[in-house]
């Protein structure tokens, strides 16, 4: 529950000094994210040049909320104010439910005066604000126990016979300090998926951002990749975010042996929460989180519709996009992973 103050919160546009206070501030409140972080700000200004306004509410120099904000535009897939792209969390983060208010005012002003078509809150929790909501994706939490023995046996036996297929196979796993064996990957997997890649250096600048709290693992065969993940540390949590495995991974066992080897390498950090990242209801990667026995937990989405008089829709699953989709997926890699990143940047 949010605390009650009478006092005067003023509005300010966080800058390079006050990034340690904001960050203090997510890591001290109870439903702060690793995607509320200030690092995401250089992030999505320097990879793909969106400007953001990561407003907070300060009172005598306390912070009383944050609101990290970003603005993206495109012919093809719109115009919106949104907190926060390319993240599966994020929505206003308060202490004070008088600061909370007037960082929504002041979110709603910006967003009339960009003109926007939408402004969307990605929340974690379900939102007070009387604004249309979606619960397209899901999320899936799970604890993670200091023993790797018990989360093993906690996965449920076919599972765990999946993971020792891919020991028989010869499968293995280190960390990576780049990119590179991870982003050949990741471009094959989201190929096959009819989606556009990220740009190489979105991902790089993660790592440059977030230094030790993101981490590449890949999972090899006799030194050949065939999956990997980029996961983020935030307190006592791991969450997986960006990866996956290419076509022949499958046969091998070996995107169960990288989920159990991220499991595993949680443990190693001292992660007792274990996020598995958010699905669509429907999809391939939906089904085999819930093969694993994580129940998924809806994301409340909300939006404020501005110039738009019905809710956006830019799901893959979308059939306005479905020949994209379809097309995506024939198209050579070289040049899903030339061309992808030009789409990319719009998504989100």
Known sequence: MLMESTETWTVRTLAAATEAAWDAFVRAQGSGTFFHLAGWRRVLEAAFGHATHYLYAER???IGAVLPLAHLKSRLFGNLLSSTPFCSYGGPLAAYAAAHDVLIDAACDLADDLGVDYLELRNRETSELNWPAKTLYVTFRTPLAADPQANFKAIGAKRRNMVRRGERAGLNFDLDQDIDRHYRIYAEMVRNLGTPV?????LAL???VFGDDCEILTVTQDNRPLAGMMSFYFRDEMLIYYGGGVRAARA??????????LMRRGCERGARVFDAGRSRRGTGSFAFKTYWGWEPAPLHYCYKLVRRKTMPNLSPSNPKYRLLVDTWKRLPLPVTTLVGPLLARNLG
């Open 198 to 202: 990220f740009s190489r250096r979105y």
């Open 60 to 62: 005598g120099g306390e």
């Open 252 to 261: 091998l066992g070996a995107n169960d042996f990288l989920y159990w080897a």
């Open 206 to 208: 993660l790592k440059q």
